[in-house]
C-alpha cells in the first residue's frame, strides 16, 4: 500500500472503520487535480478507466450502499473508486503473496 500510494488514501472514520478516499490515493494525484500536462496523466487515466470497468463487472458498491457506476468524467471531474483495489487485483497480490512467502493451510498453522 505504500509503495503504490494507497496507504493516504485511507483514514478511520467516527466509527472507527478504515474509509477509502480516492482525491487522496497518490496513484491518481494528476488526474484528480486536472493536470493534464502532467507526463503521468494519461497513465493514471488509463489505470482509472481499467478499475472502472473492473468494479463495475464485480458489482462494486460504496459504503453508503450504493452500487458502483462507470460514467465518463463531467468537466474533467472523475467519479470517486469505491476502494483502493478491484478484487481481481487483490486475489492476484494474495496469490503473489502466497507463492513468495508460501500458504499455510489452517491445519498447518495449528501446529506451529
Do not use: C, W
Amino acid at each position: 500500500m505504500r509503495g503504490d500510494g494507497t496507504y493516504d488514501a485511507y483514514k478511520l472514520n467516527a466509527d472507527g472503520e478504515l474509509e477509502y478516499h480516492f482525491e487522496d490515493d497518490l496513484r491518481f494525484t494528476a488526474l484528480v487535480k486536472g493536470y493534464t500536462s502532467d507526463p503521468k496523466y494519461r497513465e493514471q487515466e488509463a489505470l482509472y478507466r481499467a478499475m472502472a470497468r473492473q468494479f463495475e463487472i464485480e458489482g462494486a458498491i460504496y459504503p453508503d450502499g450504493t452500487k458502483f457506476k462507470f460514467e465518463p468524467p463531467i468537466k474533467g471531474v472523475y467519479k470517486a473508486l469505491p476502494q483502493a483495489y478491484t478484487n481481481k487485483q487483490a486475489h492476484s497480490y494474495k496469490a503473489m503473496a502466497d507463492k513468495l512467502y508460501g500458504y499455510y493451510s489452517h491445519e498447518k498453522k495449528a501446529l506451529m
